[in-house]
Nanobody, 126 residues
Framework: QVQLVESGGGSVQPGESLTLSCAAS????????IGWFRQAPGKAREGVAC????????FVADSVKDRFAISRDYAKNTVNLQMNSLKPEDTAVYYC???????????????????WGQGTQVTVSS
């Protein structure tokens, strides 16, 4: 059974950084695309960044493009989300998700993802 476990969330002040990690079990990152999504209270879940299974092509949402980056650690079978210059509006539960897809196209369409983690809370507040 595919399992995704997020870690690295917490409470930080505006302008600080956090790195979230998504540990994947029972799947090979070569054959899955991984996406990071977030959901703030009262809002819909939105895509933040994703990385394809093949060639590790990445896509980052315009809203965070200059501050967030996604990367893959093959040795640890994890996908990391580096978040810099955090703002209060980044406060949300962050989820990682896996899509059975070995191509190079990276999408933030949440309905295309097959497996989801439980989420990790990120709070940005002064």
């Amino acid at each position: 059974q595919v399992q995704l476990v997020e870690s690295g969330g917490g409470s930080v002040q505006p302008g600080e950084s956090l790195t979230l990690s998504c540990a994947a079990s029972h799947l090979s990152l070569d054959y899955y695309a991984i996406g990071w999504f977030r959901q703030a209270p009262g809002k819909a879940r939105e895509g933040v960044a994703c990385i394809s299974g093949a060639e590790s092509r990445t896509f980052v949402a315009d809203s965070v493009k200059d501050r967030f980056a996604i990367s893959r650690d093959y040795a640890k079978n994890t996908v990391n989300l580096q978040m810099n210059s955090l703002k209060p509006e980044d406060t949300a539960v962050y989820y990682c998700a896996a899509r059975v897809y070995s191509g190079t196209y990276a999408t933030l369409d949440k309905f295309k993802y097959d497996y989801w983690g439980q989420g990790t809370q990120v709070t940005v507040s002064s």
